[in-house]
């Protein structure tokens, strides 16, 4: 399941578990804290940068083609992560594709435990269609990780960049360095999993553990199934990816793209040139800024990757800052905001859009296609 500027997420809870998932006394705690830290970030950190009342002078300059145009560019960007989820599900239509998509975001980016939940609506939106829990599962999993592998890359890219152009920045540098570690790091590990099936249950085992020693001082039980559910992860991915890694890799990429354009445009629009921030430069705040928002600090990402984006800008320019700020919470509302009344909609769509419903796998779905094939060879 992918993100926007609400983000990927992995789980290795059962569809069972994922649907189930309560909001318990903790999540609720963590959501309150959370509301803190926005009102902390939105009433003391940002006017730190530039006086709302300039950044609103600023945001009434937008011209009908501007406003037209990011729209434009907003809209472009939620079909390319619409494309996405159709190439990690097989037999995913595009207007479901639009529906489950809007709907999870909408619920990762409001409730609390706005991730998990939305996990759940997920497997109860695509079992209702007829994909299989398997094939929900993975749809999650492959999904998360190529948007993790997008994110790692991403400040890599951005410290090629600067460094061909000509800016260096050594915080940045050092930054990127442990983004290169990780990336490695996690490459090396994939690659153990998909090695073997006895590689698979190693490192889910290893996993297992390592997740049980940190979660034991909050006396949690130890988790003891990681090894079996590795090697499930690997068999069921190798029929995935083996078939369209391809579209899987452009697709990804060509989201978080887009997604950068529509910073860009905000940026251009409300007056931030090339002289102030360079476009490498922007480039290289939103690849750190999108690595920051893996962190589920308040629900989106709201308010922390907010201040991430204008500290990060405004290290780049020495002038008045009302623009950036106000070009920054352009992109945010066009990125985050309309996500959730769009989310309600296509959630209503699901519930009353009956004919979608089926019993039995899709058209083009594995679990069809599996069933087809096993149809042949009983009639043969």
Do not use: C
Not at 72 to 78: E, G, H
Not at 213 to 221: C, S, Y
């Amino acid at each position: 399941m992918t993100d926007r500027e609400g983000d990927a997420v992995i789980t290795t809870a059962s569809p069972g578990q994922a649907t189930k998932r309560k909001i318990g006394t903790k999540q609720i705690v963590a959501f309150v804290f959370g509301i803190v830290i926005v009102v902390a970030i939105f009433v003391y950190a940002i006017p730190k940068f530039a006086d709302y009342g300039e950044v609103w002078a600023a945001i009434k300059t937008l011209t009908p083609i501007e406003s037209l145009s990011l729209i434009a560019a907003t809209v472009f960007n939620l079909y390319t992560y619409w494309l996405a989820n159709q190439a990690a599900l097989p037999g995913l239509r595009m207007s479901q594709s639009i529906v489950v998509t809007q709907t999870g975001t909408s619920v990762a980016n409001t409730l609390p435990a706005g991730g998990a939940i939305a996990i759940g609506v997920t497997y109860a939106i695509l079992e209702s269609w007829g994909f299989t829990a398997g094939e929900a599962t993975l749809f999650v999993g492959v999904t998360g990780i190529w948007n993790i592998f997008t994110k790692l890359a991403l400040p890599v890219l951005a410290l090629a960049l600067l460094v061909i152009t000509g800016h260096t920045y050594p915080a940045l540098i050092g930054a990127a360095a442990v983004g290169i570690g990780v990336l490695v790091a996690a490459v090396v590990l994939l690659a153990l999993v998909f090695k073997s099936k006895a590689m698979a249950r190693r490192v889910g085992e290893f996993l297992g553990s390592v997740i049980s020693a940190v979660m034991k001082p909050f006396r949690k039980g130890p988790i003891t199934d990681l090894g079996d559910k590795a090697v499930k992860f690997r068999k069921e991915t190798i029929v995935l990816v083996s078939r369209r890694w391809v579209r899987l890799t452009w697709t990804t990429v060509l989201s978080q793209l887009a997604l950068f354009f529509v910073l860009l445009l905000s940026l251009r629009h409300m007056g931030v040139s090339e002289q102030d921030v360079a476009t490498v430069e922007v480039f290289a705040v939103y690849a750190f800024s999108r690595l920051l928002s893996s962190v589920p600090i308040t629900p989106g990402g709201v308010g922390v990757i907010d201040l991430g984006y204008i500290a990060g800008l405004s290290a780049f320019d020495q002038g008045e800052h009302a623009a950036i700020v106000a070009g920054v919470l352009i992109f945010r509302v066009l990125t985050y905001g309309i996500q959730i009344p769009i989310g309600a909609f296509t959630y209503f769509i699901w519930r009353r859009k009956q004919s979608w419903r089926r019993d039995t796998p899709p058209p083009g779905s594995i679990a069809g296609e599996l069933e087809a094939q096993a149809a042949e060879s009983a009639a043969a």
